[in-house]
């Protein structure tokens, strides 16, 4: 390593090596994400879905707006139960701050924390790949709330750690926080060189979080049966299922399961591959933009691809190529190669889903 430069990662792939390819599909939901209640035969159901590449990153402030929704019937209603749809993300967070409200929660899941999308996240905390139409307010604060309670979490086995982002140009899903919320995020640097080697560009540093999904999400599971919250592994075919449960009061967190269950045309599959290169302790810092790389305690993750209306998790093992080969460019490695059929959508940006969802951009 030349002085000043951070180290160089060991790009050394094998697709063809087990669990090397990934392939998860984020919740993408059009317009914007799901968070409110309606009366449904007599349940009361809250929707906590639809947050698209962000769904770790804003888990925490959406589960405190599911606690005070539920906290607000409790006013009304007697009810000592509730009943939660989903073991992901969001699933087991408003799970966990449900029970402050001193209520019996039980998770409901056709699969277990390890095996949903959430478990997939690359786990950079950036506001990616979501459409927030007429929710900036309610975003704001999903987004101060959930920052917040993420970095007081570093240093207390969550898997949550400050890292610095390195990117070429600026970084849509952290400038949009930046511009909304100019106090929160550490302060951005120029710098007339990316401390890696290979070729010279200019860039910019960011201070922002890595939060390792199966850390995290194993934590929160841990946490939860350590409270007695059970998680019951069952398919809901219909919403009429669903409806028929005990609990009065029901948060569905199914992300993209809420496509077919809650009928939700809104709703649009958008698939992410991901390279898992082996775990480099060394290197502590995070690269993004056009492609990115997360080194995490299990992995190096590398990333980037979205493909819309896909909802598939068979990992691309081509693709994956692509994206090791993309970022070892950065470091002058390998020969330049386009990503293949990508888009890295920002809520900023035009929506990749539909032009029409433009407007998306009037309350920004
Ligand atoms: C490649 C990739 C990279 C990503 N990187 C990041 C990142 O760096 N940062 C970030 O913040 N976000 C990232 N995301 C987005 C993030 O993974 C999602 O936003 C988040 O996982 C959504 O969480 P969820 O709990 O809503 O959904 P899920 O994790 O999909 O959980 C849904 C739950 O509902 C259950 N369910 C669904 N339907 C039914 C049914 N009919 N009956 C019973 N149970 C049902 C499922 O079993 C599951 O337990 C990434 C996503 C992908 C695909």
């Not at 390998?334 to 990503?339: C, F, G, K, S």
Request: net charge positive; charged share 25%.
């Amino acid at each position: 390593m030349s002085a000043g430069l951070l180290p160089t990662p060991d790009f050394t792939f094998d697709p063809e090596a087990a669990g090397a390819c990934v392939a998860g599909v984020r919740p993408f939901r059009k317009g914007a994400y799901r968070l409110d209640a309606e009366t449904v035969s007599g349940k009361f159901v809250v929707h906590n879905y639809g947050h698209g590449g962000a769904g770790i990153t804003l888990s925490w402030g959406c589960a405190a707006k599911v606690r005070d929704i539920v906290r607000e019937r409790l006013t009304t209603s007697h009810d000592t139960e509730v009943a939660v749809l989903g073991a992901g993300v969001m699933g087991l967070t408003a799970a966990t701050l449900l029970l402050d409200l001193g209520l019996d929660v039980t998770i409901y899941s056709d699969r277990r924390p390890v095996d949903t999308t959430s478990h997939k996240a690359g786990g950079e905390w950036g506001v990616s790949v979501i459409d927030s139409v007429g929710k900036k307010e309610e975003l704001k604060q999903i987004i101060t709330t959930a920052y917040t309670k993420f970095k007081c979490s570093v240093g207390q086995n969550f898997g949550v750690f400050e890292r610095p982002l390195f990117t070429p140009k600026e970084s849509e899903n952290l400038e949009i926080v930046r511009d909304w919320l100019p106090n929160l995020l550490p302060e951005r640097k120029k710098c007339d060189r990316l401390p890696v080697s290979g070729p010279a560009r200019r860039g910019f540093e960011y201070q922002t979080l890595l939060i390792e999904p199966p850390v995290f999400l194993n934590r929160l599971e841990t946490d939860l049966a350590a409270r007695h919250v059970p998680i019951v592994l069952r398919r809901f075919a219909s919403r009429a299922e669903v409806l028929a449960l005990s609990q009065n009061i029901i948060v569905n967190c199914t992300g993209l399961g809420s496509m077919k269950l809650f009928n939700d045309a809104k709703m649009c599959p958008i698939t992410g591959q991901l390279a898992m290169l082996p775990p480099q302790p060394g290197l502590k810092y995070l690269l993004g933009r056009d492609g990115y790389m997360f080194p995490r305690s299990d992995h190096v993750v590398i990333g980037g691809t979205t493909e819309q209306k896909v909802n598939s998790e068979v990992p691309n093992k081509a693709c994956c190529k692509q994206l090791v080969r993309g970022i070892a460019k950065w470091f002058g490695l390998a020969p330049a190669e386009p990503l293949p059929d990508t888009h890295i959508h920002h809520p900023r940006n035009a929506p990749v889903v539909d032009p029409r969802l433009a407007a998306s951009l009037e309350d920004r």
